[in-house]
């Protein structure tokens, strides 16, 4: 199967985003925002072929959206399956944009955003004989409900079955009041299957004006297509505006993302990233249409949370901070090595909100090591117990691995997996450098970051999830549920890893911090180094014969998931239970 499809040879805009300004400053806006989000991947039609990621588009979208105020409205295929009245057809679509375009005020923030095909017509006069009219084209977005039978208005467009990309959406939003106009149109995909639809032909970008005050960014060009990417899961359009929402079209101090600055990072990384993943000469440019004037308005503060990279790895910030690191002498099974230190973290830092997958490791390092694989077939590498018996633990999991942590590596594999993802061209252009967590940075990110200082004394606790607890049971974290922790009663014991981010997060939004596998760190391991650990970002002795690990794993006790305990083990050795996650950092 080929891993990318092509979304267009019809409407020429994958995702278009418009930005009406009225003077209003998002930032110190007070009034509300809106959005009105709808994803098709299954037709009606038999003339329009089936999306795989128009979806997940929306989805995400919805995600990142609703995490920066948006009362979001989302209208999908799948949707509809639970409420009528959220399937994307046209009467639907209509009705949800009538509500949330209508009637705003000028403080308020209206967004909508439609993922599947588009066409443009061309509409012949009926009257063409006397009039000697020629033919007008107008641009539309297929609901799921979509029927090119259907008759087309000469003088307005309108058609009962599909949304005018002008009429409905442009105009209305030109006249609905509010300060702040945003659109995003992925529907650029018209994949007819058994014949072309008459009329149709591709958008002329150059010919598509919008009223004044909105701008508008089309994914590519006249005449090019729009892909979507497997290894995305998204078109890379969407794929590279999530992305720059999420943080990385960030551009000042306040780690706003601005229309100015998403339009430029979509347009350079859509345009150098499409020849090369795709190949063939393929080319896809975004375009920006509009006469925008005064300050660019900012759509998302999400870059001070995190941002997902290009393997689909998310990572949260943590902010600098002090903490004290270690246990106290009255905690339960703590060993003299933990002895308690103030250290001071004086950088931020991005850590994964998960552990390190098998799919997110098969993607760099090109093979999968893990013992606990759905099939066996992926550990070319050998495993833990015999290199001649690749996987082996098939008979524990029976279902999909992708979403489970890598183990089976060794630590000098977790360094030379953060060194393969720096290089890929993907990454290359980021500001960031991957590599594996300082212990001092595990256990500051493990216990809540910039947080702690709120959690007081809780902060000194032994397990951190939302609310820091001084017993762990197995339905808090994946350990051996026989040997729980504190007040905690015996439990279940999986005897296997499990899926990422299945238990609770901590008060930053990272999972998994105890149990599951063991987690390498960066820093050799010495019993005595708490003693003479520097104040300021400790990173270990200058050498050793261990690594540190930290975090506990699904066949260790729950005394070992504690966030103080200290583990490690040579540093090429592989292990059914050990991992990683990784940080990232500003290059130098």
Same mark, same amino acid.
């Given at each position: 199967?080929?891993?990318?499809?092509?979304?267009?040879?019809?409407?020429?805009?994958?995702?278009? @985003? %418009? &930005? *009406?300004?009225?003077?209003?400053? =998002?930032?110190?806006?007070?009034?509300? +925002? !809106? /959005? @009105? %989000? &709808? *994803?098709?991947?299954?037709?009606? =039609?038999?003339?329009?072929?089936?999306? +795989? !990621? /128009?979806?997940?588009?929306?989805?995400?979208?919805?995600?990142?959206?609703?995490?920066?105020?948006?009362?979001?409205?989302?209208?999908?295929?799948?949707?509809?399956?639970?409420?009528?009245?959220?399937?994307?057809?046209?009467?639907?679509?209509?009705?949800?944009?009538?509500?949330?375009?209508?009637?705003?005020?000028?403080?308020?923030?209206?967004?909508?955003?439609?993922?599947?095909?588009?066409?443009?017509?061309?509409?012949?006069?009926?009257?063409?004989?006397?009039?000697?009219?020629?033919?007008?084209?107008?641009?539309?977005?297929?609901?799921?409900?979509?029927?090119?039978?259907?008759?087309?208005?000469?003088?307005?467009?309108?058609?009962?079955?599909?949304?005018?990309?002008?009429?409905?959406?442009?105009?209305?939003?030109?006249?609905?009041?509010?300060?702040?106009?945003?659109?995003?149109?992925?529907?650029?995909?018209?994949?007819?299957?058994?014949?072309?639809?008459?009329?149709?032909?591709?958008?002329?970008?150059?010919?598509?004006?919008?009223?004044?005050?909105?701008?508008?960014?089309?994914?590519?060009?006249?005449?090019?297509?729009?892909?979507?990417?497997?290894?995305?899961?998204?078109?890379?359009?969407?794929?590279?505006?999530?992305?720059?929402?999420?943080?990385?079209?960030?551009?000042?101090?306040?780690?706003?993302?601005?229309?100015?600055?998403?339009?430029?990072?979509?347009?350079?990384?859509?345009?150098?990233?499409?020849?090369?993943?795709?190949?063939?000469?393929?080319?896809?440019?975004?375009?920006?249409?509009?006469?925008?004037?005064?300050?660019?308005?900012?759509?998302?503060?999400?870059?001070?949370?995190?941002?997902?990279?290009?393997?689909?790895?998310?990572?949260?910030?943590?902010?600098?901070?002090?903490?004290?690191?270690?246990?106290?002498?009255?905690?339960?099974?703590?060993?003299?090595?933990?002895?308690?230190?103030?250290?001071?973290?004086?950088?931020?830092?991005?850590?994964?909100?998960?552990?390190?997958?098998?799919?997110?490791?098969?993607?760099?390092?090109?093979?999968?090591?893990?013992?606990?694989?759905?099939?066996?077939?992926?550990?070319?590498?050998?495993?833990?117990?015999?290199?001649?018996?690749?996987?082996?633990?098939?008979?524990?999991?029976?279902?999909?691995?992708?979403?489970?942590?890598?183990?089976?590596?060794?630590?000098?594999?977790?360094?030379?997996?953060?060194?393969?993802?720096?290089?890929?061209?993907?990454?290359?252009?980021?500001?960031?450098?991957?590599?594996?967590?300082?212990?001092?940075?595990?256990?500051?990110?493990?216990?809540?970051?910039?947080?702690?200082?709120?959690?007081?004394?809780?902060?000194?606790?032994?397990?951190?999830?939302?609310?820091?607890?001084?017993?762990?049971?197995?339905?808090?974290?994946?350990?051996?549920?026989?040997?729980?922790?504190?007040?905690?009663?015996?439990?279940?014991?999986?005897?296997?890893?499990?899926?990422?981010?299945?238990?609770?997060?901590?008060?930053?939004?990272?999972?998994?911090?105890?149990?599951?596998?063991?987690?390498?760190?960066?820093?050799?391991?010495?019993?005595?180094?708490?003693?003479?650990?520097?104040?300021?970002?400790?990173?270990?002795?200058?050498?050793?014969?261990?690594?540190?690990?930290?975090?506990?794993?699904?066949?260790?006790?729950?005394?070992?998931?504690?966030?103080?305990?200290?583990?490690?083990?040579?540093?090429?050795?592989?292990?059914?239970?050990?991992g990683f996650r990784v940080v990232a950092v500003p290059r130098e």
């Open positions: 199967m080929s891993p990318f499809w092509f979304r267009s040879v019809g409407l020429c805009s994958a995702l278009v @985003v %418009l &930005v *009406g300004l009225v003077g209003v400053r =998002s930032e110190e806006a007070t009034g509300k +925002k !809106y /959005a @009105v %989000l &709808v *994803g098709v991947n299954e037709y009606q =039609s038999g003339k329009l072929a089936s999306l +795989k !990621y /128009a979806e997940n588009d929306v989805d995400e979208l919805a995600k990142v959206l609703k995490a920066n105020g948006f009362d979001v409205r989302l209208l999908s295929n799948s949707a509809g399956k639970k409420d009528k009245k959220d399937a994307p057809t046209a009467a639907n679509v209509r009705a949800a944009l009538q509500e949330r375009i209508k009637g705003k005020k000028r403080d308020d923030t209206v967004l909508v955003a439609l993922s599947g095909h588009g066409l443009q017509l061309e509409v012949s006069d009926p009257d063409e004989e006397k009039t000697k009219n020629a033919p007008r084209a107008y641009s539309y977005f297929c609901p799921a409900d979509a029927d090119f039978a259907d008759k087309v208005s000469y003088s307005t467009g309108r058609c009962a079955s599909l949304i005018g990309l002008k009429a409905e959406v442009l105009d209305a939003l030109e006249d609905c009041g509010a300060g702040a106009r945003l659109v995003l149109m992925d529907c650029c995909r018209n994949e007819y299957k058994a014949q072309q639809v008459t009329r149709s032909r591709g958008l002329d970008v150059s010919k598509l004006s919008a009223p004044e005050g909105v701008g508008v960014l089309f994914s590519c060009s006249s005449g090019q297509k729009a892909f979507e990417l497997e290894q995305y899961r998204h078109g890379v359009f969407f794929h590279y505006v999530l992305e720059g929402l999420g943080g990385k079209a960030a551009v000042n101090k306040r780690d706003e993302v601005t229309w100015a600055s998403l339009v430029s990072y979509v347009q350079e990384e859509v345009t150098d990233v499409v020849p090369e993943l795709v190949g063939g000469g393929a080319k896809q440019e975004p375009q920006a249409v509009g006469n925008l004037k005064g300050k660019s308005p900012v759509l998302a503060l999400v870059g001070r949370r995190g941002f997902t990279n290009s393997v689909g790895m998310k990572l949260v910030r943590v902010k600098a901070g002090k903490f004290t690191m270690g246990s106290p002498e009255d905690e339960k099974d703590r060993d003299e090595k933990e002895k308690q230190h103030e250290v001071a973290i004086m950088k931020d830092f991005f850590i994964g909100a998960y552990e390190v997958t098998q799919k997110q490791y098969k993607a760099v390092m090109g093979y999968n090591p893990s013992y606990f694989s759905h099939d066996g077939k992926e550990a070319d590498n050998g495993t833990y117990d015999d290199a001649t018996k690749p996987g082996g633990g098939k008979d524990k999991v029976g279902k999909d691995t992708d979403d489970f942590p890598v183990e089976n590596v060794s630590w000098e594999e977790a360094v030379e997996f953060c060194k393969k993802l720096n290089e890929t061209a993907a990454e290359k252009k980021y500001k960031v450098k991957y590599r594996l967590p300082t212990e001092a940075e595990w256990e500051y990110a493990c216990r809540g970051g910039h947080k702690i200082a709120q959690l007081k004394d809780k902060a000194q606790l032994p397990f951190h999830f939302e609310s820091p607890t001084a017993s762990l049971s197995s339905s808090q974290a994946n350990f051996d549920g026989n040997s729980p922790y504190g007040d905690a009663e015996k439990g279940r014991y999986l005897e296997r890893t499990s899926k990422v981010g299945d238990y609770e997060a901590n008060a930053l939004g990272i999972y998994d911090m105890h149990g599951n596998v063991y987690e390498w760190c960066a820093d050799w391991h010495d019993s005595d180094y708490y003693a003479k650990s520097p104040r300021k970002d400790p990173t270990g002795p200058d050498e050793g014969s261990i690594r540190i690990a930290r975090g506990g794993a699904y066949d260790f006790p729950g005394s070992s998931c504690r966030a103080a305990a200290r583990n490690g083990d040579a540093p090429s050795g592989r292990f059914r239970d050990r």
